[in-house]
């Protein structure tokens, strides 16, 4: 639905973005990861035809975004970082203008109103003035906007930015229900968010994809093995000689965590399951076990590893590049 | 053309809900119509006068063509406040849009520049129309108390006039707020423009070499006084009409200019 290739944009000498190729599948909801300057908005405007990229091709829904920009862009739905509304219209004339310019068939424009409307929870909100609206609101005008015209991909640049815990869970639940009929791109800084909504995940940093994967497959790759945490009861100083002789263990470390327990972190090669084999050696040694879990590495330990690993491996800044700018970008 | 007529009409509803644009209206009514008092009594008084003078020294008052001396002074003062009022109208045309980021939402429609210049200027050219039309009342005003009734070209030539001057200026500060996301950069650019256009021949010296010539030539006041005179000439409507292009012209390559868009 959505390929891109080898996609370079440059700012003078500032490379925005460098060298992204991806490919989304139909109904798929990806994941754009990375932190403030990275060039999440930069790549999610080049998809929605905004402006040309300096390098590269990108395709959304079969049609080249700069060969065929318009055919293109009447098959996208786009909700940039701050909503595009012109405050002072209502709720209603804002869509029905948006679907005008969108291609909407005039007949068809009272029915697609009603729909985004009850889609995105403003279903009597019609009248209102958008100025009058909360933040939140606005928000769902914005997606309501993007949706208006039925469209085979879905760019949402930070969807969640700037909303109440609340309305955050809620755009989220609203996002999550469009699964199956778009296809989504959505960036997000913030880590929950993908592994919550997304099937997929792009990490970028510094203008680059440094992972593609599924959330699950990102973290167990991260992890490079098995860890698992044990508190057991009794006699702590015998874990070590009970548990370390096991077939993939490598390592375990105890620590007295008082009231008579010990906390252990018994670390595995990952090529085969322990965890029954470590209970039962801790049961049959005479011990108590009180707790036995596989420690995940979250999502923000691979995001954290990888942007990091970046860093260090690839020098400070890349040439012409200003670290000041990175604040200016979030704003 | 429906996308065209969309834009119309947002722009158009766009000013039905601005201050500014009920703000210009007012002050253009009411500085236009307070001249267009001042112009009448003057030179009613002056006629008045006249008559008076030739009375005392036994001969025929010398005939006065009050009605176009007063349209001539009253196109006048229209152009001197659209220079001043145009700027107001356009500044935000593209700036605002750029501030308030819907441009990423024009800009990722599937709508040509084209569409969006036309649309705008269109709807621009028709709060014109708007600020035009009520000042007809005021020449209603002389047709009811004429005798005989005045001949229709003067009128129709001025209004001819102040319409495609105020297109041109109207396309021009277009263009201006299309360099620039603030609206009083914009509106400031406009004024710049348009008192160099005013202006321009001044700089031309007595001789008539060709880069005189050429300065005269793009005096957009110039080209403006055959109309007060009710004088229609066809390579003045050229000149606006080319202004007109021009301005909008380069608000196209403005847009298209990749420095635009970040
Ligand atoms: N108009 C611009 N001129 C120069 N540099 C820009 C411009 N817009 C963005 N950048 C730079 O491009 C990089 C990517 O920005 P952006 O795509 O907005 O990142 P993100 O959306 O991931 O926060 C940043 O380093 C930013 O400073
Ligand atoms: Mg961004």
Redesign the pocket.
């Known amino acids: 639905m959505i390929e891109v290739e080898h996609l370079t944009k440059r700012?003078?000498l500032?490379a925005?973005?460098e060298d992204v190729s991806f490919q989304v599948r139909q109904g798929e909801i990806l994941g754009f990861l990375?932190?403030?300057?990275?060039?999440?908005?930069?790549?999610m405007r080049i998809l929605a035809g905004f402006f040309p990229a300096t390098e590269g091709r990108a395709v959304v829904a079969g049609y080249d975004v700069f060969e065929h920009p318009l055919e293109a862009k009447s098959r996208v739905g786009y909700l940039p970082?701050s909503p595009p509304l012109y405050t002072e219209m209502t709720v209603d004339s804002y869509l029905r203008f948006v679907a005008t310019i969108k291609g909407v068939a005039g007949a068809e424009t009272p029915d697609r109103m009603e729909i985004v409307k009850d889609r995105c929870g403003l279903a009597g909100q019609g009248e209102r003035l958008i100025k009058h609206l909360s933040k939140g609101y606005r928000q769902r005008v914005g997606l309501a906007q993007a949706l208006i015209h039925d469209p085979d991909v879905l760019i949402l640049?930070e969807p969640t930015i700037g909303l109440d815990p609340r309305q955050i869970i809620e755009f989220r639940e609203l996002i999550g229900s469009l699964r199956g009929e778009h296809t989504i791109i959505l960036?997000t800084?913030i880590l929950p968010e993908v592994s919550m909504t997304c099937d997929r995940v792009i990490i970028?940093s510094r203008?680059r994809i440094v992972a593609v994967d599924s959330p699950r497959n990102l973290t167990s790759r991260m992890q490079g093995g098995e860890q698992i945490d044990l508190t057991v009861g009794g006699d702590g100083s015998r874990v070590n000689e009970l548990l370390g002789g096991l077939p993939h263990v490598t390592r375990v470390a105890v620590e007295e965590a008082g009231n008579g327990l010990s906390s252990v972190l018994v670390e595995a090669d990952g090529q085969a399951e322990v965890r029954h084999a470590v209970a039962r050696q801790v049961i049959r040694g005479g011990l108590d076990l009180y707790e036995l879990k596989v420690r995940s590495v979250s999502l923000e330990d691979v995001f954290v590893e990888l942007t990091t690993e970046e860093e260090t491996s690839e020098g400070t800044f890349r040439e012409g590049?200003d670290p000041d700018?990175?604040g200016?970008?979030?704003s | 053309m429906r996308n065209y007529f969309a834009i119309v009409c947002k722009e158009l509803y766009g000013f039905f809900v601005s201050p500014i644009a009920y703000a210009v209206l007012g002050v253009f009514f009411a500085v236009s119509g307070y001249f267009f008092f001042g112009i009448t009594t003057s030179l009613i008084e002056r006629v008045q006068q006249m008559g008076f003078q030739s009375q005392q020294f036994g001969s025929a008052p010398p005939p006065v063509d009050v009605f176009s001396a007063i349209m001539s002074s009253f196109f006048s003062v229209i152009s001197t406040i659209f220079l001043l009022l145009m700027p107001l109208i356009t500044m935000g045309v593209f700036a605002e849009e750029k501030k308030r980021g819907t441009v990423e939402l024009l800009f990722t429609s599937p709508l040509t520049h084209l569409q969006l210049i036309l649309g705008k200027f269109t709807a621009v050219m028709v709060f014109l129309l708007v600020m035009l039309v009520p000042t007809i009342l005021n020449l209603c005003l002389l047709y009811f108390y004429s005798d005989p009734l005045p001949p229709l070209s003067p009128v129709l030539n001025g209004f001819l006039g102040a319409f495609l001057l105020g297109g041109s200026l109207l396309s021009l500060g277009i263009f201006a707020s299309s360099l620039t996301e603030s609206q009083i950069v914009a509106g400031i650019l406009s004024f710049g423009f348009f008192i160099i256009l005013w202006v321009v021949d001044w700089m031309a010296g007595t001789g008539s070499t060709l880069a005189n010539e050429v300065l005269r030539y793009l005096s957009i006041m110039n080209h403006y006084e055959d109309f007060t005179r009710g004088v229609l000439d066809t390579s003045h409507v050229f000149f606006y009409l080319s202004l007109i292009f021009i301005g909008l012209f380069l608000t196209s390559v403005s847009l298209n200019s990749p420095k635009w868009r970040?």
Do not use: V
């Open positions: 700012y003078g500032l925005a973005i990375g932190p403030n300057g990275a060039g999440k908005t930069t790549t970082e640049d960036s800084h970028i203008g590049e700018r990175e200016e970008a979030a | 970040s």
